[in-house]
């Protein structure tokens, strides 16, 4: 698999950062979350003045065999229609990307389904959708390091250079089942913790999803290696979202995590190279049932709490003005002593 050059942020600017931040007319740590926004932003770009530039969401699609085995309440060719309806305009990202004007492009990890050529669409296709998990592994360990490699691929010859702050959505009937079994191998917690409500399933539909994830917990036994995770009960799109982080915080951009299965992908890519942590904001706590513990399993927070479960990004897009938020008052709030106010001391 091909290596990724992420160094640990500098300590050098660190004092400067948090004495501009704590001489802003206010009092100390009065902005909260903001604050550790800017502090982040400050650090990664090794700068006094940060600026964010060009923003960018790529969702990445793909289907899952495991979505044929009644884990979903929705069918597996939703997967491909809502890529038509990305590409179309009509999706929930699209709506908020134009609203904050965030560039949108939409990579074809593994969808079953031919798009042909179509503008805004990345074909990164490794195959047409997963082997179901409950029969043996998702995938093979050379399609998990080619996934991998296409995610990468994507940013560097699909995202313009100006660009610094980067996030990633998904879509792929069966993804919430695919990143709950991810969750369960990195944390070492029952299923039970992590298996929600995913597409909108009802009771017994959970009862089920829920009986089915054990079986392919038992069908893999115990899994460690990142690769071996992916390869396991992976997905491509969550492959390529992992080699998209990694390229992401190799080429120093910020990143903003989105909800519980791109969260999923963050954690495969930090079992690679924890040094991804320093470029990383989540954007969003989602209702899925567990993203609320892993975050705290992950030791982050995240930036909003609205009971989203759609995924696409729409996290990202939705917090991304207060995080412009806080690079503005960073750059443009007076100091005590430039606006000629008394500090308390």
């Not at 050529?117 to 409950?134: H, P, R």
């Not at 709950?180 to 029952?190: F, Q, R, V």
Request: net charge negative; proline share 2%.
């Amino acid at each position: 698999m091909m290596k990724f050059d992420i160094s640990p942020l500098s300590n050098e600017l660190n004092e400067v950062i948090e004495q501009k931040i704590n001489f802003k007319t206010k009092p100390m740590g009065a902005l909260g979350k903001l604050e550790q926004i800017a502090r982040k932003i400050a650090q990664i770009q090794q700068s006094l003045s940060p600026e964010l530039n060009n923003p960018h969401i790529l969702v990445f699609a793909g289907d899952h065999g495991l979505a044929n085995e009644g884990v979903s309440a929705f069918p597996q060719e939703v997967t491909h229609q809502m890529v038509l309806n990305f590409l179309g305009g009509g999706a929930a990202i699209n709506v908020f990307c134009r609203q904050h004007d965030i560039t949108l492009k939409v990579v074809d990890a593994g969808v079953n389904f031919d798009f042909g050529n179509q503008e805004g669409l990345i074909n990164a296709k490794v195959a047409g959708g997963t082997t179901s998990v409950l029969k043996g592994k998702a995938m093979t360990e050379a399609q998990v390091v080619e996934a991998i490699e296409n995610g990468a691929k994507a940013i560097k010859e699909n995202v313009s250079s100006d660009c610094n702050v980067i996030g990633f959505g998904e879509m792929g009937i069966g993804n919430t089942s695919s990143s709950a079994l991810i969750m369960h191998y990195i944390t070492k917690l029952d299923i039970e913790t992590f298996v929600g409500k995913g597409t909108g399933v009802n009771s017994e539909q959970l009862h089920r999803k829920l009986s089915i994830l054990k079986d392919v917990i038992e069908l893999h036994g115990s899994l460690e290696d990142p690769l071996a995770i992916l390869s396991a009960v992976g997905g491509f799109e969550i492959a390529e979202m992992v080699g998209a982080y990694l390229q992401s915080a190799s080429d120093r951009k910020l990143i903003i995590v989105d909800g519980f299965i791109a969260t999923a992908a963050y954690a495969i890519a930090h079992r690679f190279n924890p040094a991804i942590e320093d470029y990383t904001i989540f954007s969003h706590q989602s209702d899925e049932k567990g993203h609320a513990l892993f975050l705290g399993v992950l030791n982050v927070d995240s930036v909003l709490n609205l009971g989203l479960r759609l995924g696409e990004g729409t996290g990202i897009a939705l917090a991304y003005p207060l995080i412009q938020s806080a690079v503005n008052f960073f750059n443009e709030m007076s100091s005590f002593k430039d606006a000629g106010v008394s500090n308390k001391e």
